[in-house]
T-cell receptor, first 110, second 113 residues
């Protein structure tokens, strides 16, 4: 089953612009995680935000979590060509397994 | 420790053959997950272990699929009588406990011809 739903499915921006991706989920969670995947590769963990946190930063990444709306957003500031990848959110459904959304395909144009 | 390791990286097999994949998690991690990912889709949960106990199996995991994690260390995922629909990337991940970051291996890409 897919718990998270990312929006948009695809995003294309110019290098240097900011990119925002959204994730909605269905059930209560303990934490939400964001991952990046370059084409044909494994997933790289970006950031974890716990249910009692509202915002978290890591370098050029900013994640917000709104548990009342069951949604999260990932902001990448000052995008670079190397940020081109698919981005997935994952939630700990029932505090057990990680469940992923369909992902947002981000393309950074030079 | 260099992270989660999966072998082989690529596997091409003929329909009807059995295949086995191996995952070596980060050594102190108690949880180990298997996922399947097809092109353009997010990873789909297959099963997970806490130490050596297999705690949950997805309905995606038909009777042809079996996973083990003897002694709570490495894990194997076996697919018997492979079908073309089994062609996918099989991803393994591990985490210390629930509520902590999960780290993924590079995956095993299976092609059934």
């Amino acid at each position: 089953s897919q718990q998270g739903e990312e929006d948009p499915q695809a995003l294309s921006i110019q290098e240097g612009e900011n990119a925002t991706m959204n994730c909605s989920y269905k059930t209560s969670i303990n934490n939400l995680q964001w991952y990046r995947q370059n084409s044909g590769r494994g997933l790289v963990h970006l950031i974890l935000i716990r249910s009692n946190e509202r915002e978290k930063h890591s370098g050029r990444l900013r994640v917000t979590l709104d548990t009342s709306k069951k949604s999260s957003s990932l902001l990448i500031t000052a995008s670079r060509a190397a940020d081109t990848a698919s981005y997935f959110c994952a939630t700990d459904e029932g505090a057990q397994k990680l469940v992923f959304g369909q992902g947002t395909r981000l393309t950074i144009n030079p | 420790d260099t992270g989660v390791s999966q072998n082989p990286r690529h596997k091409i097999t003929k329909r009807g053959q059995n295949v086995t994949f191996r995952c070596d998690p980060i050594s102190e991690h108690n949880r180990l997950y298997w996922y399947r990912q097809t092109l353009g889709q997010g990873p789909e949960f297959l099963t997970y272990f806490q130490n050596e106990a297999q705690l949950e199996k997805s309905r995606l995991l038909s009777d042809r699929f079996s996973a083990e994690r003897p002694k709570g260390s490495f894990s194997t995922l076996e697919i018997q009588r492979t079908e073309q629909g089994d062609s996918a990337m099989y991803l393994c991940a591990s985490s210390l406990w629930t509520n902590t970051e999960a780290f993924f291996g590079q995956g095993t890409r299976l092609t059934v011809v």
